[in-house]
């Protein structure tokens, strides 16, 4: 029992360990710790079983009707950029002519620069 | 354009996603010249991506639903104001997690976690291929799996989520969470280790 005086491992350790987050020097005292303590390699085990079963849960689809919803609602409400110096300017999107925003940007700057 | 600085150990990181971030790009250069089917493309490529991130941290189809909704009029609308310091998945799961938490936020915490068994998982019951003992198995090792997820504390669920389920690197959670690598490891190990116990029955 007392035959292994190192500590038992934290969870954090174990946990980057299994990340590959450990940098060499701490890898190798993990691994070298691991064969000796049965404890420990139980709790990696464990750890490594519970990530297993959180990704076996079922990757899901959203609802292909979900974008018609999206696009429907987008229509109406004009994109905001962030409070640039042109985002005035861009208004006009909340109308469905895109196009007329693009125009208005077009006609500032033509006119900014003549 | 300009010389490209050099990458510390958070971005080298990042950029290894480099591919990914070209298409990005292209996709929010697209939107402000007004191409509207780059909306639209944008929303097939992150929308799995938001959906199934709402779905573990909310744990109901219908907030998962609600939540893609509302994220994508939120990146639909500032697009335009978006700036290339994070990538564009990183900014995307940030308005994600946002949403997460004011849903969250407006709830108690789930006294009776399993109730929400019902709310998904009944189609995969009709799956012919495994036998019904394995899948009854793995059904309720779902059932668990989720009653775990939902009992635990709501940052450590973002961790484990971020993490084992969209895969995402220390770095990107960081990024996402606004937190420091340190607190990433340490969050990530104690929702796994609660994960375990709830599993192994502890």
Request: glycine letters at 8%; proline letters at 6%.
């Amino acid at each position: 029992m007392s035959r292994a005086p190192a500590p038992h491992l934290e969870t954090e350790i174990l946990s980057a360990y299994l990340d590959g987050q450990l940098s060499a020097a701490e890898r190798g005292r993990v691994e070298s710790h691991l064969q000796g303590c049965a404890d420990c390699a139980r709790r990696l085990a464990g750890l490594r079983s519970a990530i297993a079963s959180l990704q076996s849960l079922d990757r899901v689809e959203p609802p292909a009707e979900l974008f018609a919803e999206v696009r429907r609602r987008a229509a109406q409400v004009a994109p905001e950029s962030a409070g640039g110096p042109l985002a005035w300017i861009a208004w006009p999107a909340r109308h469905p002519g895109f196009a007329g925003a693009s125009l208005a940007v077009l006609a500032t700057v033509v006119a900014l620069v003549y | 354009m300009e010389g490209r600085r050099l990458p510390g150990p958070v971005e080298a990181i990042l950029l290894e996603t480099a591919g990914a971030a070209d298409v990005d790009y292209d996709l929010v250069e697209r939107h402000r010249r007004g191409d509207p089917r780059a909306f639209e493309d944008l929303y097939h490529r992150f929308s799995a991506m938001i959906y199934n991130l709402a779905l573990r941290l909310c744990g109901s189809p219908e907030d998962a639903a609600d939540v893609t909704q509302e994220v994508f009029l939120r990146v639909y609308r500032h697009l335009d104001g978006f700036r290339a310091r994070s990538s564009l998945k990183t900014w995307i799961y940030q308005i994600g997690l946002n949403h997460c938490r004011s849903r969250y936020a407006r709830r108690p915490p789930p006294a009776r976690p399993l109730a929400e068994d019902g709310a998904e998982g009944v189609a995969p019951l009709r799956d012919p291929a495994p036998g019904p003992e394995a899948l009854a198995q793995a059904s309720e090792t779902a059932a668990r799996v989720r009653a775990a997820l939902a009992g635990m504390d709501e940052t450590f669920r973002e961790a484990v989520v971020l993490r084992d389920l969209e895969g995402l690197e220390y770095a990107e959670i960081a990024a996402v969470l606004g937190v420091r690598l340190g607190t990433v490891r340490s969050r990530i190990a104690r929702g796994r280790e609660r994960l375990r116990q709830a599993l192994e029955g502890a």
